[in-house]
């Protein structure tokens, strides 16, 4: 059976584009142009297939005579049986060199699986050595680095210890000129420790002397003493009596004190009431001018209502007057006609 997805038409049209392009229908490149899909022998049959439907087709066209028809059959039949030897031939060779690199592969592909593991693990190794590599790099760089310090340092201790030395020699020189200077010292002070021995001695002496004279005068002086003792007591009465009178003339003064301290706050509390009568009489003047004021305004209000009764009274009495006056016309107005008035009648 062929298999999925090639069948006749597609190697008929795979043989006739491979015709086309004027190469040499074989099973290769039939095979090639089907995109190297389906076996050899399938292609090869279907090839054979066709070339008969093309035998019988020239048979059926009857184109060419009988003797030449046999002829191309017979030669066709040749052919046929020789390519399907060489196909055979080389379908068995395909195969079997097929399997060869098949195995082949299968080789490559387990000593490729086994140079990949050696490789991985070389490359683990290569890594871990360049991994410990740069860590001696670094300790080396580091190491190098700690003795390029410690040289520094030990430069600078040797300089140091140059110069230590170089100290401790000049504090050796500066000891040894002290201690010279110290025995110079203590051979001076000694000297003048025996110089001051001698001149205390002398001092001594002098004051020894002195005493003696001091003791002379002091007794001179003690009946002086005794002299000024009685003097002293005498004094010391009359001090006792000044004391007293001085008491006496102290309790006086407190009285007195205590009189000008009463008079004091006397006089304080009189300021204190100068002032308030001050203050109620600058209060009581306030008020006073005020009512002054008040006085004077009722004044000229009063005189105002006196010029104004005044007025009223001359106008009243000029009005009464007018009265009096219309009254008497009045009056005699009246007399004149009851005086005529008995006239009238009999006449």
């Given at each position: ?8 038409a ?36 279907y ?7 093309s ?38 060779k ?65 300089a ?16 040894h ?8 010292y203590r ?47 005498r ?42 009568s ?30 104004k ?34 006239d009238?009648?009999?006449?």
């Amino acid at each position: 059976m062929a298999r999925g997805g090639i069948n006749k038409a597609l190697v008929l049209k795979a043989r006739e584009e491979v015709l086309k392009k004027g190469q040499n229908p074989s099973i290769d490149t039939i095979r090639i142009a089907l995109g190297n899909t389906g076996s050899k022998s399938t292609i090869h049959r279907y090839l054979k297939e066709l070339e008969e439907e093309s035998a019988i087709k020239m048979d059926d066209a009857s184109l060419l005579s009988q003797p030449i028809k046999e002829l191309v059959t017979r030669l066709a039949a040749g052919l046929r049986e020789e390519a399907n030897v060489i196909v055979e031939q080389q379908a068995v060779k395909f195969e079997q060199q097929l399997q060869d690199l098949r195995a082949q592969n299968s080789e490559s592909t387990q000593a490729l699986e086994a140079l990949n593991k050696k490789y991985t693990s070389q490359s683990d190794t290569l890594e871990c050595l360049e991994t410990a590599l740069v860590g001696k790099n670094a300790a080396v760089a580091k190491f190098e680095v700690d003795i390029a310090k410690a040289t520094q340092t030990e430069a600078k201790l040797t300089a140091l210890l140059k110069e230590k030395q170089t100290q401790i020699e000049s504090l050796e020189e500066k000891h040894h000129h002290n201690r010279e200077a110290l025995e110079h010292y203590r051979q001076s002070v000694k000297e003048q420790r025996e110089q001051d021995l001698r001149r205390h001695e002398q001092q001594v002496q002098l004051l020894q002397g002195e005493n003696r004279v001091l003791n002379q005068t002091l007794s001179l002086k003690q009946s002086d003493v005794t002299q000024l003792n009685k003097d002293n007591s005498r004094l010391v009465s009359e001090l006792g009596a000044a004391q007293k009178a001085l008491s006496h003339l102290t309790s006086a003064k407190n009285e007195l004190e205590s009189r000008v301290k009463a008079l004091d706050l006397s006089e304080q509390s009189l300021n204190i009431e100068l002032l308030t009568s001050r203050d109620h009489i600058e209060s009581y003047s306030v008020e006073n001018g005020k009512l002054r004021q008040e006085y004077g305004d009722l004044q000229s209000k009063q005189q105002a209502s006196i010029v104004k009764i005044a007025m009223l009274e001359a106008g009243v009495s000029a009005k009464n007057d007018v009265i009096n006056q219309l009254i008497a016309g009045a009056s005699g107005t009246a007399g004149v006609i009851n005086d005529n008035a008995p006239d009238n009648h009999t006449k």
